[in-house]
């Protein structure tokens, strides 16, 4: 009996133990199904550490949670973990951000132009979208920079030279600007941003 206790309070201390560590080290807490971290398979909470790369399969979907940020991956995903911002390699992300988290895609570079702010980012089928659902977003190719107001989305299609239709100007030199469809945002990915204090990321 002794042992059972002893077994269940190292548990505990366990499940205190790990986001403490990511806290104090700069590391994020992953809770992920059907993942991998650098290529080794997990399907519980773990902590990922700075230049890990979180990869989602067609099954699955991850939580990255560091501070005041929580990013969900939805299924096909992959991401390179910084500890000031995420590389989106493929897929898509869905941020919510109370410390100004980024994401990183391609040569582009995206920051909340305040502190707190909700946002998804994507390469699905040859289109990079930017969607600033809650905040505006700061927009940087190294060389020019765009402020994406909230509401609005920024896309990319890479399979053609001219931008989408219905774009209202230009952010970016290749990239269009357009208003994001009510209820449209988050279905555009599979992934809706999941919320500060939230256990699990949700899905439409």
């Known amino acids: ?7 269940k309070l190292m548990c505990c201390v366990l ?3 790990v986001p403490a560590a990511a806290a104090n080290t700069g590391a994020a807490v992953l809770a992920a199904t059907s993942s991998s971290i650098n290529g080794k398979a997990v399907s519980q909470t773990t902590t990922i550490f700075d230049g890990d790369t979180v990869t989602v399969a067609g099954d699955g979907q991850a939580t990255i949670r560091t501070g005041g940020t929580s990013v969900s991956l939805p299924a096909h995903s992959s991401v390179r973990y910084v500890a000031s911002q995420i590389q989106l390699n493929s897929g898509a992300v869905a941020v919510s951000t ?3 988290m980024g994401v990183k895609l391609g040569n582009v570079t995206i920051v909340p132009a305040s502190p707190t ?19 505006a977003l700061t927009v940087s190719n190294g060389v020019q920079t765009y ?13 053609a030279a001219a931008p989408q ?8 030199p290749g990239w269009a600007v357009a208003g994001i469809l009510a209820g449209v945002a988050a279905v555009s990915i599979g992934v809706v941003v999941a919320t500060q204090g939230d256990e699990s990321p949700s899905t439409p």
């Open 1 to 7: 009996m002794l042992r059972a206790l002893l077994a």
């Open 15 to 17: 499940v205190v133990a």
């Open 98 to 100: 109370r410390n100004s």
């Open 117 to 135: 702010a909700r946002y998804q980012v994507s390469t699905l089928n040859g289109v990079q979208r930017i969607q600033a659902l809650e905040g």
């Open 147 to 159: 402020t994406l107001p909230s509401g609005k989305e920024m896309l990319r299609d890479t399979r």
């Open 165 to 172: 239709t219905g774009a209202e100007d230009f952010g970016l």
